[in-house]
């Protein structure tokens, strides 16, 4: 249950489900046993889906310590949490770190898994990511290409990890100031979601904010004011109200609206920020 509703991008529902999951667990089976380790995993990945990497970081070390007594030191299972680990080092900005434990990840699913396998795929996508943070676009490029190449042999053409993959390749060319470039891979992520997911799924807000940006960039505040609204309104949905970055939003979509003197709506998006405190 609380996979479907992670999917489903309803957060707090999963983390409820997930957390009573581990009540049962941790009732009935040893404290080293590897199915703890798993829902620690799948906590700690939500908690870093909604930004709080600390209490991610906490759940995905509380796991590895369990399957460090669990499991042998070369189990596929150790890569998914040193995946995990490696995202929240990453997201605090910690990339030695990240790029560390990605590595671990990596020399693993290539041992124990088939070459086109998609884990290997969000890997390099995570190792990318981390270069891609640290200025370094081309070897970025590289890992996406890579990651890329395994998901065309391995997933359906509708697969959401396509999608990561798009919104990767468009952060970069919009850091090179190639707009109508990122917008192109920003279009193929869009598409790729809105055949996989639901249409409020926070994931699709990300992209809107991705393709907000870049119009922003390219002087079209029209249209990123389009796109940030269409990003806000999903926000909303999944969002506590206090949530910063709605917040942030807004005022990203109140600043266009002024450049573009529409008065009405700086004032509606003033109000909802407003309503946040």
Excluded: W
């Excluded at 806000?232 to 917040?247: D, E, H, K, Y």
């Amino acid at each position: 249950m609380g996979s479907v509703h992670l999917k489903l991008g309803k957060y707090q529902k999963a983390i409820e489900k997930y957390n009573l999951a581990l009540g049962v667990q941790e009732s009935f089976l040893s404290q080293t046993h590897p199915n703890l380790a798993m829902t620690y995993n799948n906590i700690g990945f939500i908690y870093s889906l909604m930004g709080n990497y600390s209490i991610s970081l906490e759940k995905f070390r509380k796991a590895l310590s369990i399957q460090q007594k669990s499991v042998p030191p070369e189990h596929p299972d150790l890569a998914n949490t040193y995946n995990n680990l490696g995202l929240s080092y990453s997201e605090t900005e910690d990339y030695s770190k990240a790029l560390e434990t990605y590595d671990r990840a990596l020399k693993i699913q290539e041992k124990f898994v088939l070459p086109n396998h998609p884990d290997i795929a969000i890997t390099y996508n995570n190792i990318g990511f981390a270069y891609f943070s640290m200025g370094n676009n081309s070897i970025a490029l590289e890992k996406y290409k890579k990651a890329l190449e395994i998901q065309q042999n391995s997933l359906s053409l509708e697969h959401p990890d396509f999608a990561i993959t798009y919104n990767n390749f468009g952060l970069v060319h919009c850091k090179k100031g190639d707009y109508s470039g990122a917008l192109y891979y920003y279009n193929k992520a869009l598409e790729a979601q809105q055949k996989s997911l639901p249409p409020d799924h926070p994931d699709l807000a990300t992209t809107h904010n991705n393709i907000a940006f870049a119009f922003l960039k390219d002087g079209k505040h029209s249209r990123a004011c389009e796109s940030y609204s269409k990003a806000a309104s999903i926000l909303r949905n999944f969002l506590p109200p206090t949530r910063s970055g709605l917040a942030t939003t807004y005022n990203k979509i109140a600043e266009l609206y002024e450049k573009i003197n529409d008065t009405l709506k700086v004032q509606e998006c003033r109000k909802r920020v407003h309503e946040m405190k």
